[in-house]
């Protein structure tokens, strides 16, 4: 496992965001527009990253190799995302309230630029990368390999989403941040699990009935 103290620090860095997430909702909130966090939710994140200068303590955070990427997320996204969207169907088949329909370009965009990749940066990034910097344990081997850093960066996904939007079904996403973990530990870039968190994005939006 990672040391004691960079398992803290990870906390803490995490506790602290949420912190500032939350304000930020409650703010939102307050003033009667609780839809403004989706957008200022994507500033927290990143700032979040550069404030600790991650390079400086040698994380690296980068999308990888293009090739290799787009052909984990394929390879491995698609069949596992298919598995999480009809789970998240069965367990919640009523559509939740979202915006109305936008044009689909813009709708790809917006999922991958101002949500998977925001959340892939300081999860699969920063938070990932620092517990792996100390001590990469792997966990399971077989088809795929779990690390100690995959799963404690895809618990603390989990718990943000469930905080942000406190819903027991909102716990689900600890098996996509899984598999969003694997293929930045198989690909060692970010676009691979940015691709896939995009493509989940999206499929649960069609599911709701938009596309």
Same mark, same amino acid.
């Given at each position: 496992?990672?040391?004691? %103290? %960079?398992?803290?620090?990870? +906390?803490?860095? +995490?506790?602290?965001?949420?912190?500032?997430?939350?304000?930020?909702?409650?703010?939102?909130?307050?003033?009667?527009?609780?839809?403004?966090?989706?957008?200022?939710?994507?500033?927290?994140?990143?700032?979040?990253?550069?404030?600790?200068?991650?390079?400086?303590?040698? =994380?690296?955070?980068? &999308?990888?190799?293009?090739?290799?990427?787009?052909?984990?997320?394929?390879?491995?996204?698609?069949?596992?995302?298919? &598995?999480?969207?009809?789970?998240?169907?069965?367990?919640?088949?009523?559509?939740?309230?979202?915006?109305?329909?936008?044009?689909?370009? =813009?709708?790809?965009?917006?999922?991958?630029?101002?949500?998977?990749?925001?959340?892939?940066?300081?999860?699969?990034?920063?938070?990932?990368?620092? &517990?792996?910097?100390?001590?990469?344990?792997?966990?399971?081997?077989?088809?795929?390999?779990?690390?100690?850093?995959? =799963?404690?960066?895809?618990?603390? !996904?989990?718990?943000?989403?469930?905080?942000?939007?406190?819903?027991?079904?909102?716990?689900?996403? +600890? !098996?996509?941040?899984?598999?969003?973990?694997?293929?930045? +530990?198989? %690909?060692?870039?970010?676009?691979?699990?940015?691709?896939?968190?995009?493509?989940?994005?999206?499929?649960?939006?069609?599911?709701?009935?938009?596309?």
């Amino acid at each position: 496992m990672p040391t004691r %103290s %960079s398992t803290i620090l990870v +906390f803490a860095h +995490f506790a602290a965001v949420m912190i500032v997430l939350k304000g930020l909702q409650w703010a939102c909130h307050v003033a009667g527009r609780p839809m403004l966090l989706a957008s200022l939710g994507p500033f927290v994140w990143l700032l979040a990253v550069l404030f600790t200068r991650p390079n400086r303590r040698g =994380v690296e955070i980068d &999308l990888g190799p293009v090739k290799t990427g787009i052909l984990d997320a394929l390879l491995y996204g698609a069949p596992a995302i298919g &598995l999480y969207v009809l789970g998240y169907w069965l367990l919640r088949p009523v559509q939740m309230p979202s915006p109305a329909p936008l044009d689909l370009v =813009v709708i790809v965009a917006t999922y991958v630029f101002a949500n998977a990749a925001p959340e892939e940066i300081y999860f699969r990034g920063y938070l990932q990368g620092r &517990l792996a910097l100390d001590d990469e344990t792997i966990l399971r081997t077989g088809p795929f390999v779990w690390t100690n850093s995959i =799963v404690i960066s895809a618990a603390l !996904f989990a718990l943000a989403h469930f905080i942000l939007v406190p819903q027991p079904i909102r716990l689900m996403t +600890f !098996f996509p941040g899984l598999l969003f973990g694997y293929l930045r +530990f198989r %690909s060692t870039g970010l676009l691979a699990p940015i691709l896939a968190h995009a493509a989940a994005n999206l499929a649960l939006y069609a599911l709701q009935g938009h596309v």
